[in-house]
């Protein structure tokens, strides 16, 4: 007993040594996916030798006889399902059909969803009214047609079964006729005092109808007050412009024409409203430098792994207090700013030498970034820095802050905070903000907030909020509503409803109305009434032409500011301790899609994970703590204490840790109650993003984390390559190998995909489109633990180098629809089969479920139903499903179809209309999604289509070519232009 | 040792190999033709409806053009039945107190949609689409059969798979013009002789390729 507890020891610890003995030993590139591979460990044999790693995980309990049993009784009862009569179901006919609506085509809206206060702007498909794909909004500048993660799955939150359906007082469902009697009440005694105590707390908005509602209601209560609380929010950027020019500008950086980036721990890549247009303008850059024009150079110093970083020529690990002294170095090596004596390390300086050459080789093409939760006088020193290299006005372009700004500016929700606990708030309106959850530990709002006489809440969930409120009122969706919103580029998007509410809400726009006492209201009329004057009326081709067309098409008139002044900044060298960096979840973001099972279930960048959140901590951290995954960590700083499961992260500095906000919630019933841990209270409104000094311990506790990381590893060679940029150049055509097989595919169109690692960022806009568009069913922690989600896209992260300071590498992996497709061989039913044009078909109505195509497949792109995953989802969820593709039973094996539905769909237009496909007619949803266009689709069989212009490409290469499958999906191999692989 | 079997014992054994046999080969061939029969498959069998609506009457009779109600067949994947509002537009003149139409004034008035049974319905996971078909040139009589002679509706053929395949593998026998699909009596169309290698014209026309028609993609997605 005592042997094997010491044994386990000395493999723990021996752990790192026997990770950098597996790297010494090899002279060749070596790219790896998990820890676990690198030691070695059993978890990751099991994973990659068994096809399905825990099968009988969870299936039955039965003995061997109970298994006979049941064996032979579905033997006999197999024929059976086939001798019921064809059924003659219900046909409902419209009673007065819309004269524009054919029966089985998609009807598609321009419209907009708002996250964090900025229009997502969409093209909404329905189906007979159904809502069941958002697509961007091709014609909007800002995104120009992509989305991402978050958009997409706002479909979702239309019919999430835990939206609040009625509204509610003191806890208990009523209806809105006692909501407007007590606010017809509350609007007479506030009209008496003249608003005095009433208080509006919002979310972050953008809503120029808001804002004129606002002031309506400001007129007739000038002593009420709005304040604003958003918890994943940009007020340091803004306080940083106010420091650097004097006034708060709200940044508009142009990636397209930046030559050389440097990023000081800013993730523009990363998820947030900005990511759709970020990554589509820096794609557009790298594609020049594809092509051969200009540099597109990329460097990134951070704490942690983000997505830019990931994507970065030269990333360089810093602490979060090393980069903001990296910035002077910078500032004081380019004349920015005084070059204070800074004790920088060879490795800081040769990276600062560096960026500062990329600057200056590309004059006025150069940008610098600094997070916007650094500290405001350092992100004022970086805006200085731009104006020295000339990048104002080039490269970076100014606006007046796009979303509304409160009273208070960025004290607005501290200021509440005090006047409640002082007591001089009587009337305490919440609108889609949930400050009980998440409000900064320190200002102790849930109790304060009990001061306040009346409490009204009014919001899409019954929530956290909502329980300590009188009053609750649920509000419509986006899909669902009237409503206008600007996005990023400061256009504004008007939003229509594709779909009549199905419960008993209301519109926000009216429940400001009833707020004041006025019982009703209908959306449109205020809206309408907001644009009257620019737009005219409800006839006005004005108007209508803006709607149709979904934004009103004027950017943010830019601002020139003057010269840019900062003030000093005050360094401030890390003491003992751990850095704890408190970041927005990258699925979950701040809590608010915690109950969104795309989300919840979508593999969270690097580590995927799904369905918690963990403490990210660095390998040589985790060995000095003696943690492995999922051990619980405790973090406690200032007299505050979290507890979450540890997750070991490589590339991040080695004293800092990453917390994600958004889990831990309290909401009984509710999808997201009780999973993950609460990060919000370490959070401080002094310190919202970074707490220093803290300290870390192991508490005994576990938790199984559901990551599917190591599910889907390959065995073989080179999944990932890199290349020279000289190999985006056209190259001889290479051949495959000789095969035993006959060759079959001929004709026209030949369907492919090529796949630009290049540019793929990881941000997973494409898996979520793939989930919405093909009816991915969601499986829940427990069956992903065991291995068996269905995503039929993933994208797999790759790692090179040592596992303090890997590179990074996303590869989206869908079905590669082999020309010589193994699973095909191996189908005792033939229900894989391929088609004419090249698709490798799933025929569900063939399948018997034997998984033989799986164990035959070498790429692990096929999945199985091991239970009937819908059969229980609510009417609601079954509303959101897209009817052109089968809902797959239990016992079916699926997988990617390169969208065939989309491929029929085009193909009949084109017969019918007599002529081929066209060359960008079939867009595969992921392709769609996609913010960078790193997936192109199309057919191979024409050498001028994009897709055969790119798989000409040198670079281009197939995943396994040593087994010869002849996989239409081909990568183009990352383009090596930086020092990261020394 | 006395014996175990008794002479008889080896006749018991063929017997029940046989009977074995028979029974296999019995259910097997009752099995197969059940799964054929009318009664499975609904061929023949008039639908019970809210409204006994007679095809006989208003497209055989009346001469109504099947698209006058079935509106989105040129246009999409479905070919629709009529909204309650198409039929009111002769029935709010025409038997406006007749008691067999009641049902139909109930939903128009209380906007409410009329449940028809759907008599052609196919599996959810088949994909089919009219307009393609309309298109091409496969006349109604060919899935719908005569229905102007049908008083109350039924299916006239078996939609099983094999119906569709066999057309999908050799479609040009089934091929007309495009601009007369509706026409339910094509009794003499192959009695002239130029139209006996329409089909055939027809193929070359719209490159229709028999091979890539029976893909599985083309019906299951």
């Not at chain 1, 492919?752 to 793929?760: F, K, P, Q, S």
């Not at chain 2, 994909?127 to 060919?142: K, N, P």
Request: glycine share 8%.
């Amino acid at each position: 007993m005592r042997d094997r507890a010491l044994h386990k020891g000395a493999v723990r610890s021996s752990a790192e040594a026997l990770a950098a003995a597996k790297l010494a030993g090899r002279t060749g590139r070596r790219f790896w996916r998990a820890l676990e591979e690198l030691t070695d460990a059993p978890a990751f044999r099991r994973a990659l030798e068994a096809e399905f790693p825990n099968a009988f995980a969870g299936v039955t309990e039965a003995g061997r006889r109970e298994v006979l049993k049941a064996m032979g009784a579905s033997l006999a009862f197999a024929g059976l399902a086939g001798c019921t009569a064809a059924p003659h179901p219900d046909a409902l006919p419209y009673v007065t059909q819309p004269g524009d609506l054919v029966l089985g085509t998609p009807k598609t809206y321009a419209t907009a969803v708002v996250f964090g206060g900025y229009a997502q702007p969409v093209l909404g498909l329905t189906h007979e009214g159904r809502p069941t794909k958002l697509e961007g909004l091709p014609e909007h500048p800002a995104s120009q047609g992509a989305t991402d993660a978050f958009t997409q799955a706002a479909l979702l939150g239309l019919y999430d079964p835990d939206r609040s359906k009625a509204p509610r007082f003191m806890g208990r469902p009523t209806d809105w006729s006692g909501f407007d009697a007590a606010m017809v009440e509350n609007a007479e005694r506030l009209d008496a005092t003249r608003g005095e105590g009433l208080r509006l707390l919002t979310g972050a908005v953008s809503s120029p109808t808001f804002a004129r509602q606002l002031a309506e209601l400001m007129q007739r209560w000038p002593l009420a007050r709005w304040h604003v609380f958003e918890p994943v929010n940009q007020d340091l950027r803004l306080e940083a412009t106010r420091l650097a020019f004097g006034r708060p500008l709200e940044i508009q950086p142009r990636f397209e024409a930046c030559r050389a980036i440097v990023s000081f721990d800013d993730d523009f890549l990363g998820p947030g409203a900005w990511q759709t247009r970020n990554a589509r303008a820096w794609s557009q850059a790298r594609r020049a430098f594809q092509g051969g024009r200009g540099e597109a150079r990329l460097m990134v110093a951070e704490p942690a792994p983000s997505l830019a970083g990931a994507m970065a020529a030269e990333r360089l690990i810093a602490s979060a207090d090393e980069v903001e002294i990296m910035v002077q170095a910078l500032a004081g090596r380019l004349g920015a700013g005084p070059a204070p004596q800074l004790r920088l390390t060879p490795r800081q300086a040769q990276w600062v030498e560096a960026a500062a050459q990329a600057l200056q080789r590309n004059p006025g093409a150069g940008l610098v970034l600094a997070g916007a939760h650094c500290d405001p006088a350092v992100q004022a020193l970086a805006l200085q820095l731009n104006e020295r290299i000339g990048a104002i006005g080039k490269t970076l372009g100014f606006c007046a802050p796009i979303l509304l700004q409160p009273p208070d500016g960025t004290r607005s929700f501290e200021a509440l905070a005090a006047d409640l606990a002082a007591g001089r708030v009587d009337t305490l309106a919440i609108l889609e903000a949930n400050p009980v959850y998440a409000a900064p530990a320190d200002l102790d709002f849930p109790a304060a907030m009990q001061k306040a006489r009346l409490r009204i809440h009014a919001g899409l969930h019954f929530d956290e909020t909502a329980a300590a409120c009188h009053w609750h009122a649920p509000l419509e969706h986006a899909l669902e509503t009237w409503d206008d919103a600007r996005a990023v580029d400061g256009r504004t998007s008007l939003i229509q409803p594709l779909v009549r509410p199905f419960y008993a809400v209301r519109a926000r726009s009216v429940f400001l109305q009833n707020l004041q006492g006025r019982l009703g209201g209908d959306p449109r009329a205020i809206l309408l009434a907001t644009w009257a004057d620019r737009l005219g009326g409800e006839a006005d081709p004005r108007w209508r032409e803006t709607l149709a067309r979904g934004f009103v098409d004027e950017p943010a008139p830019p601002q020139t500011p003057g010269a840019a002044g900062a003030p000093a900044v005050r360094l401030r060298r890390r003491g003992g301790g751990i850095t704890v960096l408190i970041r927005p979840d990258p699925t979950i973001w701040d809590g608010r899609f915690g109950d969104n099972p795309w989300l919840q279930e979508l593999p969270k960048p690097f580590n995927k994970l799904t369905w918690d959140n963990a403490v990210l901590v660095a390998p040589a951290l985790a060995a000095q703590l003696d943690l492995k995954n999922g051990d619980h960590v405790r973090l406690s700083a200032g007299g505050r204490a979290i507890e979450g499961p540890a997750w070991l992260t490589p590339g991040l500095e080695r004293r800092t840790v990453v917390v994600h906000l958004g889990y831990g919630r309290s909401l009984p019933g509710q999808l997201a109650d009780g999973r993950g841990y609460d990060a919000y209270p370490l959070r401080t409104s002094a310190a919202p993003w970074r707490v220093e000094g803290a300290a870390a311990a192991k508490t005994g506790g576990k938790t199984e984390l559901a990551s599917t990381q190591l599910y889907t590893a390959l065995q073989g060679f080179d999944f990932v390559r890199t290349a020279p940029v000289a190999a985006a150049q056209p190259g001889p055509p290479h051949p495959p190998p000789p095969s035993f097989y006959p060759p079959r595919l001929s004709g026209s169109p030949q369907w492919g995909m090529a796949i630009d690692t290049d540019t793929c960022i990881g941000c997973n806009a494409c898996v979520t489109a793939c989930d919405a568009e093909n009816n991915v069913p969601m499986t829940g922690k427990s069956q992903v633990a065991n291995g068996r989600e269905m995503h039929w896209l993933r994208i797999d992260a790759y790692y090179e180098g040592s596992p303090d300071d890997p590179a990074f590498f996303n590869q989206p992996v869908p079905c590669m629809h082999c020309e010589q497709a193994p699973c095909e061989m191996g189908c005792p039913v033939n229900a894989s089969v391929h088609t004419h044009d090249g698709l490798n078909m799933q025929v569900y109505n063939r399948c018997i479920g034997t998984r033989t195509c799986s164990s035959f497949c070498p790429y692990k792109v096929r999945h199985f139903n091991w239970f009937d995953y819908t059969l229980h989802d609510p009417p609601e969820l079954r509303a959101a499903r897209n009817p052109e593709v089968t809902v797959r039973s239990r016992g079916i094996m699926e997988k990617c179809t390169y969208c065939v539905q989309r491929i029929e769909k085009a193909r009949i237009q084109a017969d019918v209309e007599n002529r081929p496909i066209r060359d960008g007619e079939v867009v595969t949803a992921c392709q769609q999604a996609c913010p960078t266009e790193a997936i192109v689709f199309g057919d191979v069989s024409d050498p001028e289509s994009r897709v055969s212009k790119l798989k000409a490409q040198q670079r281009n290469y197939s995943l396994l070519e040593e087994v010869n499958t002849r996989p239409r999906t081909t990568y183009l191999a990352r383009i090596d232009d930086g020092a990261t692989h020394d | 040792m006395a014996q175990i079997f008794k002479p008889s014992a080896d006749t018991w054994l063929r017997l029940t190999v046989l009977a074995v046999f028979v029974a296999v080969l019995g259910g097997g061939l009752l099995g197969s033709g059940f799964a054929r029969s009318a009664y499975l498959t609904r061929v023949g069998w008039p639908v019970e409806q809210p409204v006994p609506f007679s095809h006989a009457h208003h497209a055989g009779e009346l001469g109504i053009d099947c698209r006058y109600c079935h509106a989105d067949v040129e246009r999409g994947r479905y070919a629709g039945l009529p909204a309650s509002h198409v039929c009111m537009t002769c029935h709010s003149q025409l038997w406006t107190g007749a008691p067999m139409l009641a049902p139909e004034r109930a939903s128009f008035a209380e906007d409410k949609p009329l449940a028809w049974k759907r008599v052609s319905a196919l599996p959810g996971y088949v994909y089919f689409d009219h307009h393609i078909h309309i298109a091409r040139g496969i006349a109604c009589v060919e899935c719908h059969g005569r229905i102007d002679t049908m008083p109350l509706t039924w299916r006239a053929h078996p939609f099983q798979m094999r119906f569709c395949i066999d057309c999908h593998r050799n479609p040009a026998p089934h091929l007309r013009p495009p601009d007369q699909v509706t026409r339910m009596d094509w009794s003499g169309w192959d009695k002239v002789p130029a139209h006996r290698t329409y089909g055939q014209q027809a193929m070359k026309r719209f490159h229709i390729d028999p091979v890539r028609l029976t893909d599985c993609d083309v019906c299951h997605r």
